[in-house]
Structure formats: C-alpha cells, structure tokens
C-alpha cells in the first residue's frame, strides 16, 4: 500500500503515472467534459469546484487501500493526459480498473502504455494475483485494449463485457 505524496511510475512512450492534484484542474476538466471521452465512462461530470476537492483529496489520500478506489493520473511530458481508477479488492488479492484517456492521447498507444506499467505495479509491487476490467459492449478501442493487453473475455452483464487477466508466472 502506498501512501506517498511521491507515487510516480515510469510507463513506455515517455509516460508517467502520478498522482493527481489541483494544478491538473484545466487538462482534467478539458477531458472530462468532452463527450466522446465521457460516453461510455460510468463517472459524472464536475463542476471546478467539484474537480478542484476531488483532486485535492486524490493528491493527499492514502493509495492502494483495499477496500476503496484510488486515482492515479496519466502524465506525458508533464501533463495530465488521463487518469484511472484502481480498486482493490478487500478480501480478495485482485484489483479493478478503469481508464480515461483524452481524446487527443488516444490512439498512440500511451494509454496501453500507462496500463501495462499499472498492471506491472499491481502484481509486482503490490502482489495481487488477478485484475479485472469492464467496458461498455459498444466500447470497441477499450476493448481492443483489453485483448492487446492479454485479458480474457469473462461475460457480459448488462450492456457491459468484463475481462481478466491473472498474474505472470
């Protein structure tokens, strides 16, 4: 479990995962309110006010809790591009993932980038043995995604498709 104000993960393609904080309030609202990144993501729209709290508590709140949800930002070049959230599992050693990504940084593989060094932190640094992650059926590149990054197709429930994918040997 991390609890550092210092969390940074090196990612390929110049990408680092990071915590948030307040000054990502103009790159993280931009991405947030734009309607093709949010379409088939399960969050709300904030207001500044809103974002400006959330953020504040993402760059100060404990990390990697079981439990709970984590969100970590997506940085290239030393600004946000995306962010994901992380929950682990409070019985369980697995976590599950979710991933925004702004329409700009999509489709140059930085955020198969971001995901794969996430991935590699959760089994590696943290030891959990399972990650799961879900899209909407409609969500074609989130699920290409998926397959690239060697998760399984588990089933669907509703209008989502879930996917695994098990630790290393």
């Known amino acids: 479990m991390s609890n550092s104000s210092e969390f940074k993960v090196a990612a390929d393609k110049g990408v680092v995962l990071r915590r948030l904080n307040t000054a990502d309030l103009a ?21 500044d006010a809103q974002a400006t709290g959330f953020l ?7 990390l990697f809790q079981k439990g709970q949800w984590s969100q970590i ?21 697995e976590a599950e993932v ?18 794969r060094a996430l991935f590699s932190y959760l089994f590696e640094g943290l030891g959990l043995e399972r990650i799961i992650a879900g899209a909407d059926k409609d969500n074609a590149r989130s699920i290409a995604l998926m397959e690239r990054l060697g998760m399984v197709f588990t089933g669907t429930v509703g209008d989502d498709v879930d996917y695994v994918l098990h630790r290393p040997n």
């Open 98 to 115: 979710g991933v925004t990504l702004a329409s700009a940084a999509q489709r140059r593989g930085l955020g198969e980038a971001a995901v």
């Open 27 to 47: 790159q993280f609202q931009a991405y947030r309110q734009d309607p093709d990144v949010g379409r088939y993501q399960d969050w709300s729209r904030m207001d």
């Open 56 to 62: 504040r508590d993402m760059a100060t709140a404990p």
């Open 73 to 93: 930002g997506i940085d290239l070049d030393g600004v946000l591009i995306g962010d994901m959230g992380v929950f682990l599992n409070a019985e369980l050693p």
